[in-house]
């Protein structure tokens, strides 16, 4: 019984003896690797670490990592977190294939700060991730992050640039080694979720970007309530800048993307979704055209989509019930002009940059109630490889009174127009610098009548002229008789593709009411 009782506690002082051995042994490693394992733009501060060598199990309390910049010592990032635990080490990994396998590792509330650095030289880059001392290869079967704050700054003032208050992440199956820390994404992973309760971005000194809500569930990612507004009021902003720009205002209760991925190959960065969907957009838009013209080069948006930084796909593209109020100041002492598109549905396929000339074309077809009244039709494609920018722009107005064009016509161009459009198609081709429209139109009782400033009466010797010009009606053979027109159209390069289509369409409108354009 007394030799029993012996070999006992013998077993039970060198489990002892040994837990605590291999206990310091972890802990050792560990405060070694902390210490001179990192790279020297780190500098790590922690209050203590718990080791349970049987258990596989380190607790790592009140973290402090800095990572500076290499080549002037400035801080560029502040990484805090109350408690790290990493779970359930794998031995048999750790020392028969020299690999890091945790089975979990969890973090608790935490913050980030990262100082935005001037782009470095991308061989210095490189070279700074070749001289990583790290070996090993490491595999993590849960990454678990409580909620963290996370702050991206940039120099001067106003420099809040990204604020992700309240961020969870979870991924899964997380696996890297040396080779894959060079790379833009340093991990490969089997799944991921990320929810953020709010999301502020600045756009530019202007305009910003708010989110509601985040939330990415491995292939789905969902926006709540996206918006994007101008930080100044538009008398503000009109005083701020000394070239125009938009005022805008971009309320969009849901996006949501299917299948949706970002990867990197040959450091070149791809996203790609099967299918986007933009619910209920309101967007509306003012200019003032008061504030000097903005000179410079406008792409159209195959090059805006061919020039990106990125690879982009998407398949598949719905707007649903949008709206779009488009206001311009012209005069000084006249309200704005208005034009609106309300009930707007739209389908893009194609849009994205990945294929080869003449293999796809981005298509955009629009359904839409044109100033409250009349319902228009617009089917749009162009080759986003073709560096020509070629495009067709085909569309179908329905019946409109004349008189809906006021809002825009008579505070902008002191014009006042009469009479009904009853059916209007156009067709533009065209490519960077040059167009061509087609177009036929059914009208009657069209009249001009050009105003005074104060807009109290019209001009009668000059509305008569003008009138004497116009074909009143498009009804010589019948009720359902077009007047047909065409015309071209050189592109300015300092305006948008919208300015580009209407010289199109101001040119056809031309030929059918001044020309001799056949009905039909």
Partial sequence: MRKLFITILILISVFVIG????????????????????????????????????????????????????????????????????????????????????????????????????????????????DSKFKKSIQINRLKLAKTSLKVLKNGADSLLLNMPQTVISIENIETNKEKLKQQIPFDYSSIHIESDSIFYRLNAYDNLYVDKFSLDDSTLILN??????????????????????????????????????????STLSAQASQMDITQPQFKIFRDKLVADDPTFKPLYSKSLRDLPFK???????????????????????????????????TIKNLGNTYALGIKMTSIQVNALFMEKSPIEVDWSFDVQNKNDQFRFKADVGELPVTALNSFTEPNLNVKLTGALHKAYFDISGDNTSSHINMKMNYDDFKIAVLNDKKEKKKWLISTLANLFVSKDSEEKGSDSFRSGEGTAERDTSKSIFNYLWLNVKQGLISILTGDGESS
Avoid: C
């Fill in 225 to 266: 309530n996206t918006q994007i507004k101008t930080r100044y009021s538009q008398i503000e902003l009109s005083q701020q800048i000394s070239k125009e720009r938009d005022h805008v205002d971009l309320n969009i209760p849901k996006i949501a993307f299917k299948s949706f991925n970002i990867n990197a190959e040959n």
């Fill in 312 to 346: 982009l796909m998407i398949d598949n593209a719905q707007i649903k019930g949008a709206s779009i109020e488009y206001e311009e100041k012209v005069k000084a002492d006249n309200q704005a002009g208005k034009l609106s598109f309300n009930n707007l549905q739209a």
């Fill in 19 to 130: 837990t605590i051995a291999l206990n310091y042994y972890f802990k050792n490693k560990i405060e070694s690797f902390l210490s001179s394992g990192l790279p020297e733009d780190m500098t790590l501060n922690y209050d203590n670490i718990d080791v349970h060598s049987w258990e596989g199990t380190v607790t790592v309390d009140n973290i402090q990592l800095n990572l500076k910049s290499p080549e002037d010592s400035i801080s560029k990032a502040q990484i805090k977190t109350q408690e790290l635990k990493l779970k359930d080490l794998d031995y048999w990994d750790y020392f028969t294939q020299d690999k890091i396998h945790f089975d979990l590792i969890e973090l608790g509330e935490s913050s980030v700060i990262y100082h935005q650095q001037k782009k470095k030289d991308t061989n210095q880059v490189s070279q700074n991730k070749n």
